[in-house]
């Protein structure tokens, strides 16, 4: 990044340029799945995570002498690594961008997704029957059939990623960080971790769309009306009487039936974090953001939240002109009725802002870190004490109590 600078194109606006040193030009290659990793690995495995099979598979770490020392966070959102141990296709050495397709320098995300982030190629999908045949089970003589019978209603991910990397991260607590020794620095607490089905895997149905606060929009396709998927576990005190029951209903339930859903595995997370307190709705509120050198010198939230707002560009961006070119109709997407813009003022004052966890724990896609031992097999999920929360999932007692039984006896 400190070889870029910013040059001045022939529009006369400002733009950064590239890297144009020597040693920049001739490491040109098609990208290997280390060079993503670079930065994704921070949220698929995490920046301490080491592959066992292959421990330098993951260039980034700091732990190696390496010439890019990065802060070593502890805690990774998804917890699925791309790396030989975890994942079949990185054992097989494959590329990113085999399943990730590319035009240019346009890399394919797919048609899912449960984040806001960019997508170059929205209509680009990115998925295992690209490769694979939609009943791709043959070699288990007795099991391949029945499980190919699952793949209509079941994504592969469900079965395929059985298990979460055990520094990924669930419940992060922004609010009392801790200081690490090693790099110095006040750090996140994450005060919980999951592997597995107990807290970090949730099984939800969905049809690919997510509400922008990290919720798969789906519905059981048994059509009995018994699943949601928004139930909020941290509600907030001026939201205790607000009917979710009913909202769902009235709003949510035609959407989610809009689009077929499969059950997929997903990856719980939540975050405490700094809200502004004159922007909430019932589903959450305007995060602020922190000042990561205040945070990570002195640990006081407060501090780092109040001096980020110091900075000019948050006048832009939390003022009135915001309110009207944006922020109004953000927050309705929240059902709040228009965005206050004295935030600015308040958080600077340390003024009506508080950390809180969100309503609703965000369900977060995962499709990486792909086994075949391990997947989960026919009593992993039809047993009375399986993965699968069948009530939960919208199936009615008649069919729980057939889906719980054995289907090999
Ligand atoms: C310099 C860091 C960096 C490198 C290297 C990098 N990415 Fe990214 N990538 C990002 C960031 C940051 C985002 C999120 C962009 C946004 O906020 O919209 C992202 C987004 C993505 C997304 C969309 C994610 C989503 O949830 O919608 C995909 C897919 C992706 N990158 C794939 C790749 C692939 C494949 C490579 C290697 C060819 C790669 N990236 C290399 C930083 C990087
Ligand atoms: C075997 C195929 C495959 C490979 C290899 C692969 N991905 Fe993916 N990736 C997927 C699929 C499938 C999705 C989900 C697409 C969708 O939902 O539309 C996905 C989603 C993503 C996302 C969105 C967030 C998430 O975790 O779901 C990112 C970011 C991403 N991939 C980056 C990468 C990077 C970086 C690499 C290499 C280190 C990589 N992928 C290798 C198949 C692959
Ligand atoms: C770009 C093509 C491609 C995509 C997309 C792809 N795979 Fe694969 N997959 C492969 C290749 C190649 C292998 C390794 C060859 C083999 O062992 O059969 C493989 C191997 C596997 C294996 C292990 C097979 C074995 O015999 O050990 C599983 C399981 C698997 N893939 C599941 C998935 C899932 C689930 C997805 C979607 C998230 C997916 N694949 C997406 C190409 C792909
Ligand atoms: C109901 C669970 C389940 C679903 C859904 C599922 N798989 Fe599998 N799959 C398994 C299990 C378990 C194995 C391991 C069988 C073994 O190794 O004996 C397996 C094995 C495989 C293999 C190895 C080859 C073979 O003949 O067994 C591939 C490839 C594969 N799955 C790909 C996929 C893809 C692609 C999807 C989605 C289209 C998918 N699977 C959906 C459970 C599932
Ligand atoms: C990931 C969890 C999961 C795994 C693993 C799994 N099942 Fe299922 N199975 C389900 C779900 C969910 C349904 C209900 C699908 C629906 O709503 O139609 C189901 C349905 C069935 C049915 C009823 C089919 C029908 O048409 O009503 C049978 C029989 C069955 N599974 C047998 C098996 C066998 C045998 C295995 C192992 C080879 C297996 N399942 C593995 C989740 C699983």
Redesign the pocket.
Known sequence: MNKKQVVVGADGRGRWDQDRSMLAALSIVT?TAK??L???QHNFGGDIFIDELDSLFMQSQWNLGDTRPRIAHPGSKRGTPYSPTWDVHAAQNMA??EC?TTQGHF?A?GTH?T?M???DLPDVEVKCEKCHSAEPHEDDPELADLYNMHTGRIACVTCHIPTLQADNATMRDFDSPLFEEHPGIYVYDDLEKGVDAERGIMYRWWNGDGTFLGNPIGDNPNGRNLYSFYKPEHVWPEYQDFDYEGWYERVMRPIAKQKPSKLYAMKRFNGKQHIDLANISPFGGMYVPYNLPTYYTTGDPDQAAAREMEKSMMEMMYGKLFKFYLMDKFMSFMGADGWNADVYEDVKALKNVEARWIPMDASLEVSHAIRREGSLTCTDCHSPDGVLDWKELGYSDADIEMYQQNPLE
Do not use: E, V
Request: hydrophobic letters at 25%; glycine letters at 0%.
């Open positions: 990208p060079t993503c670079r930065c994704h990113c961008i990730h890399i995300k997704t984040t982030m960019a997508n």
